[in-house]
C-alpha cells in the first residue's frame, strides 16, 4: 500500500487527527494495582536517546522509533508526541522495536530491507502525519501502567492519545505474555515482550517493548 493510501486510509477512518486525553480508559476495568504511584520525572524521551539514538545492527533496542519520535517532534514541536520528553506528564508507551518496523515496511513495501536506516526512511516516506497518528496510537495517556498491571487487564480497551482503543489481551498473567490488539485484522496482533518491561519504571513515563507495530486502522 502507497502512503498516499494510508494516510487516505486514516483520514477516512477519521484517525489522522491527534488527541491527547485527559486520562486512559479501561471499559469499566481497573488499570489500577498494587505498585506505588511512581514519582520520578524522567522522561521516556531522555531514555531512548542515552545510547545516542544511533542506527546499529541490533534489530531488537528501539532506535527507529527513537528516530520517528524526534522527526515528528522537529517538523512539529507542537504535536502532543513531544509530550514523550515532558517527564511531569503521566503516559505509557508501547515502543516496537527495530524488528517491528522492518516487518511493517515489508508488509506495506513488499521488500526486506536490510539497515535500520533504509527502514526509516521508509517510514519516514509515509508522511509526518501519518507517523505521528501511528506513534500516537502507541500511547496511553493520563496512566503509568506498569507490567503487572497489564497483566490483571485482560480484556480491557486502552484509549490511546491518537483516540482509538487497543485491546488487551492476557495469555499468561505470571510471565507476563501479554498481547495487544489493534485495528487491522488481516495482520498478526503484536505482544509486548516480557523481556523488555517496565522501562522508566519509578517514573510517571514507563514504556514496554513491543514485537509489531500497531495499525489504527485496517491496512
Do not use: C
Not at 539514538?53 to 517532534?73: G, K, M
Not at 535500520?116 to 500511547?139: N, P, Q, S
Not at 490511546?160 to 488481516?186: E, F, H, M, S, W
Amino acid at each position: 500500500m502507497t502512503a498516499r493510501k494510508i494516510l487516505s486510509a486514516l483520514m477516512a477512518a477519521g484517525l489522522a487527527g491527534v488527541v491527547f486525553a485527559p486520562s486512559a480508559s479501561a471499559h469499566g476495568r481497573s488499570q489500577s494495582g498494587t505498585d506505588p504511584a511512581p514519582t520520578g520525572n524522567r522522561s521516556l524521551a531522555a531514555v531512548l536517546t542515552a545510547d545516542g539514538n544511533q542506527f546499529d545492527h541490533n534489530w531488537y533496542d528501539y532506535d527507529i522509533v527513537t528516530e520517528a519520535v524526534l522527526a515528528v517532534i522537529a517538523n512539529k514541536p507542537n504535536s502532543p508526541v513531544a509530550l514523550l520528553a515532558d517527564g511531569n506528564v503521566a503516559l505509557t508507551a508501547f515502543i516496537p522495536n527495530d524488528r517491528a518496523f522492518q516487518a511493517l515496511v515489508k508488509d506495506i513495501a513488499g521488500t526486506r530491507l536490510s539497515s535500520e536506516k533504509a527502514v526509516f526512511e521508509a517510514v519516514a516516506g509515509l508522511g509526518i502525519d501519518t507517523v505521528e497518528t501511528v506513534l500516537l496510537y502507541h500511547v496511553v495517556p493520563g496512566a503509568t501502567i506498569t507490567a503487572k498491571q497489564a497483566a490483571a487487564s485482560n480484556g480491557a480497551a486502552l484509549t490511546t492519545a491518537q483516540g482509538g482503543t487497543v485491546g488487551v489481551r492476557v495469555i499468561n498473567k505470571r510471565l507476563p505474555l501479554i498481547q495487544l490488539r489493534d485495528k487491522d485484522t488481516n495482520d498478526r496482533n503484536p505482544f509486548i515482550n516480557p523481556f523488555a518491561v517496565n522501562i522508566n519504571k519509578g517514573n510517571k513515563q514507563i514504556a514496554h517493548g513491543l514485537t509489531g507495530v500497531l495499525r489504527p486502522v485496517d491496512l
